[in-house]
Nanobody
């Protein structure tokens, strides 16, 4: 069983930065890919960044060059550094663990989810 807890969300002005953190409780954290997904009002949940068990990263086109995902396997932590934030980045952000070692782009690839953290970017 895996428990994921996100932190670091909040309100920021456009152009600002936030760092999201995700703490994982499972002993098998190191073996699986992790992802950050977001859900904006009226929109479908989408993958914005993922990192494989080996450290290979994936980014959605909308966040490339602005967001950076990283993981610390010794601490069972995953991070999302978000820079140059835009109002369209406003969403609830979820940390999720994949059922595979590589990054999957479908929601069904993720079988453990955190409770989500709100990110609001004001214009």
């Amino acid at each position: 069983q895996e428990q994921l807890v996100e932190s670091g969300g909040g309100l920021v002005q456009a152009g600002g930065s936030l760092r999201l953190s995700c703490s994982a409780s499972g002993r098998t954290f190191i073996s699986y890919a992790m992802g950050w997904l977001r859900e904006a009002p009226g929109k479908e949940r989408e993958l914005v960044a993922g990192i494989s068990s080996g450290g290979t990263t994936y980014y959605a086109d909308s966040v490339k060059g602005r967001f950076t995902i990283s993981r610390d396997n010794a601490k069972n932590m995953v991070y999302l550094q978000m820079n140059s934030l835009k109002p369209e980045d406003t969403a609830v952000y979820y940390c999720a663990r994949s059922g595979r070692p590589y990054v999957g782009r479908r929601l069904s690839d993720y079988n453990y989810w955190g409770q989500g953290t709100q990110v609001t970017v004001s214009s």
